[in-house]
């Protein structure tokens, strides 16, 4: 049975890791870690639309998403991190926006600490929320980890790089994770999302995750939180150097489209600005997710100016749907982009064949 100092010691982790988080987007440049920099929109000067004929709303999961951007996993399990689940679930019910809770490996170890879990669900009892685990955990904790705050989707996180950054003690070291998820995928009651944890994802990965029963797919690129950093920090042992591992959003989302992959995509992975959501779309994303853009402006101007933000995303995502003469989603996936000297040497490396939709 666990005792309380392995629970100290997990939810010490846990506040190791907002506290690095914050600390990375405060002190770190992002302005093109995920790649966006390297894609531009071909103008549109005759649209041949009003603003108020964009209609931003987006069927997946079973559902009908207002807008096409969520708030992505953060945090949960310890005092500081519930109060912060709290906030971000009431921003979600005041802006109709999904949210994910960070990973429940920490609640499912101790029953008592689903309570900060649970007031998610409490707070937005209409809202669609998404739970969290880890790719290591089976069927039966996925089932718990859904009833604890009665979700509607799973997100199943796969983060080799994090794991093995981590301290021995601390992280695992073996990761034979497919067959897993697929079990999980195949018989729980909600759809299944995998979701890469900031490292992206190669073709290989998206043609293995096209055999399994998942219902979407998470890419997850490097250019938002760097956990790998994260886990360093922590451990004082910068001696794997990861700071250039993984794949951009961007470079993610090309692998997946050229992966022959027919699972519907979500991007994440350093978003900060309606344009980089939009691109995203325009990549082939069916939504976007954010956390540590939100997380760090969360802690350090509050509530309401997050809010104000996430209103400007859903406003200037109409305008960029204009700009392009885009009335839908399907619409603005015929868009047209032009790639940067960064992009092309990717598609050179790569052995990619130039799309339609790139100039």
Known sequence: MPNPTEKNRYQHRKEEHLSLAQKYWRNQK??????????????????????????????????????????????????RGDKINA??????????????VGSQTIALKFPELAAG???????????????????????????????????????????????????????????????????????????????????????????????????????????????????????????????????????????????SSTKPLIATGGIQYASQIVKSLVLGASLVSSAGFILSNLLENGPEFVEMLLENWELDIRKFYTMQGAKNLTELQQSKLILQDNLLDFYKQRNIKIEQNFS
């Open 87 to 100: 906030q971000l679930a009431e921003i979600a019910k005041n802006q109709h926006l999904a949210m994910a």
């Open 30 to 79: 992002h302005d093109n870690t995920a790649g966006f920099g390297d894609l531009r929109l071909i103008p549109n000067s005759l649209p041949e639309i009003s603003l108020d004929e964009v209609d931003l709303s987006v069927q997946l999961l079973n559902h009908r998403f207002e807008k096409p951007f969520f708030i992505e996993a953060m945090t949960g399990g310890f005092v």
């Open 117 to 259: 879990f649970r007031k998610v669900r409490e707070t937005n009892p209409d809202g669609f929320i998404l739970a969290n685990i880890g790719a290591s955990h089976g069927l039966e904790d996925a089932k718990r980890a859904v009833d604890m705050i009665q979700a509607n989707a799973l997100e199943v996180h796969i983060n080799v790089i994090q794991e093995l950054a981590m301290k021995a003690e601390e992280g695992d070291r073996s990761f034979y994770w497919l067959d897993n998820i697929n079990e999980i995928a195949g018989k729980l009651d909600v759809p299944v999302i995998v979701k890469e944890v900031g490292f992206g994802m190669s073709q290989q990965t998206f043609k293995q995750l096209e055999k399994t029963a998942v219902s979407a797919i998470n890419i997850g690129g490097r250019g938002g939180t760097n956990f790998a950093w994260i886990e360093e920090q922590r451990s004082n042992d910068f001696s794997l150097y990861l700071d250039e591992q993984g794949f951009t959003a961007v470079e993610s989302l090309l692998e997946a489209k050229f992966s």
